[in-house]
T-cell receptor
Framework: SQTIHQWPATLVQPVGSPLSLECTVE??????LYWYRQAAGRGLQLLFY??????ISSEVPQNLSASRPQDRQFILSSKKLLLSDSGFYLC?????????FGPGTRLTVL | RKEVEQDPGPFNVPEGATVAFNCTYS??????FFWYRQDCRKEPKLLMS???SGNEDGRFTAQLNRASQYISLLIRDSKLSDSATYLC????????????FGPGTRLSVLP
């Protein structure tokens, strides 16, 4: 069966510090991968998606970037965090018509 | 207008009540439809896919009306554990399989 891992589960970072969040998927190959952000009390915002290694599409211009160095690995990064980057970051995968989410990383930028 | 819209909520209902959630979508090219539930501070989890013929899973019934671009979710005999936010999701397929999430409707089932 397929599983999706994200780490860390929670993170507190100062403004201006770098960020790296990692997501890995097991039990499937060549999945579509997604990064979403959910601000407190708000809906899901799609940040990036990837249909294959090295292929990244950005939905919202911002100070974040994503990379897919391996088939089942998706990384979200920032060189300098802003206060507005605080939120719940969710990685998801899809290989058919359905989408499944990882447990998320709760990021607080102070 | 947002691509996927839902009842604003919140819905506060007593245990045992029947509750219905409504969702409309604006992109007629949408091809797949889903309901997810999201518990507080947790990730969304797939509740059920929605088919044109309608489908039922225990106390949950989902309906799709393509002509009206409308999706519904009915929960019968609601339980305390049904308390969550319910998200309507539409998949436009194509490049990247674009999943579009509605804002969600929060349900609180009260004892």
């Amino acid at each position: 069966s397929q599983t999706i891992h994200q780490w860390p589960a929670t993170l507190v970072q100062p403004v201006g510090s770098p960020l790296s969040l990692e997501c890995t998927v097991e039990g499937t190959s060549n999945p579509n991968l997604y990064w979403y952000r959910q601000a407190a009390g708000r809906g899901l915002q799609l940040l990036f998606y990837s249909v294959g290694i090295g292929q990244i599409s950005s939905e919202v211009p911002q100070n974040l970037s994503a990379s897919r160095p391996q088939d089942r690995q998706f990384i979200l990064s920032s060189k300098k965090l802003l206060l507005s980057d605080s939120g719940f970051y969710l990685c998801a995968w899809a290989s058919g018509t359905e989408q499944f989410f990882g447990p998320g990383t709760r990021l607080t930028v102070l | 207008r947002k691509e996927v819209e839902q009842d604003p909520g919140p819905f506060n209902v007593p245990e045992g009540a029947t509750v219905a959630f409504n969702c409309t979508y604006s992109n007629s090219a949408s091809q797949s439809f889903f309901w997810y539930r999201q518990d507080c501070r947790k990730e969304p989890k797939l509740l059920m896919s929605v088919y044109s013929s309608g489908n039922e899973d225990g106390r949950f019934t989902a309906q799709l009306n393509r002509a009206s671009q409308y999706i519904s979710l009915l929960i019968r005999d609601s339980k305390l554990s049904d308390s969550a936010t319910y998200l309507c999701v539409v998949n436009r397929l194509g490049y990247g399989q674009n999943f579009v999430f509605g804002p969600g409707t929060r349900l609180s089932v009260l004892p």
